[in-house]
């Protein structure tokens, strides 16, 4: 079975500061991938960043970054320099190949508020 | 273009009404995917489609009909809903499978009230 943990309901942040929010995965699958998306209140899920499980490198993304430590099951989201906009919930997830990579599994979440 | 569409954007529907969501994407996606929101929840995987065909039902109450009628089409048709079921429904859609991991792309959402 796979399950993500989002430790931090809220995080708060100032404007241009950079924010880390956390996750960590369990699952037994051999190959599997990372995914972080943002839901504003309008309800849309926004694709970020996406690591898969053998990536040597970091995955990155303009101002999105993905600290992966495997040997640690963590994948945490670095948002640099943050925006106004950049306030809304955060879903980290995960596919593996047990279930054909057809299952998203996501955490519970963490929103964030970027404060002016 | 990495755009999914979902219509209606709100729904008002009693118990015994026959509704029905709709999903399109043009993306050339053979996977399609419904997902159900609480508020305050992560998304909950329903239904998915891969190659017009369903591959996965995650035990979904059969008042829950979906319906994939071409590679860009996907429908939910709803059926003697109960309360609980008011929430965010959301359509996905990645490219295929094939042994490699992609990105869902997902919609506007749906949001339903069930009267």
């Known amino acids: 079975a796979q399950k993500i943990t989002q430790t931090q309901p809220g995080m708060f942040v100032q404007e241009k500061e950079a924010v880390t929010l956390d996750c960590t995965y369990d699952?037994?699958?051999?190959?599997?991938?990372l995914f972080w998306y943002k839901q504003p209140s309008s309800g849309e899920m926004i694709f970020l960043i996406y690591?898969?499980?053998?990536?040597?490198q970091n995955a990155t993304e303009g101002r999105y970054s993905l600290n992966f430590q495997k040997a640690r099951k963590s994948a945490n989201l670095v948002i640099s320099a943050s925006q106004l906009g950049d306030s809304a919930m955060y879903f980290c997830?995960?596919?593996?190949?047990?279930?054909?990579?057809?299952?998203?599994?996501f955490g519970t979440g963490t929103r964030l508020l970027v404060s002016p | 273009d990495t755009e999914v569409t979902q219509t209606p954007k709100h729904l008002v529907m009693g118990m015994t009404n026959k509704k029905s969501l709709k999903c399109e994407q043009h993306m050339g996606h053979r996977a399609m995917y419904w997902y159900k929101q609480k508020a305050k929840k992560p998304p909950e995987l329903m239904f998915v489609?891969?190659?017009?065909?369903?591959?996965i039902n995650e035990s979904v109450p059969s008042r829950f009909s979906p319906e994939c009628p071409n590679s860009s089409l996907l429908n939910l048709h709803l059926h003697a809903l109960q309360p609980e079921d008011s929430a965010l429904y959301l359509c996905a859609s990645s490219q295929s499978q094939g042994g490699a991991i992609y990105e869902q792309y997902f919609g506007p959402g749906t949001r339903l009230t069930v009267t």
């Open positions: 489609y891969s190659y017009e065909k369903l591959s």
């Open positions: 690591q898969g499980s053998y990536d040597q």
């Open positions: 699952t037994s699958d051999p190959s599997y991938g």
């Open positions: 997830a995960m596919r593996g190949l047990n279930t054909g990579f057809q299952k998203l599994v």
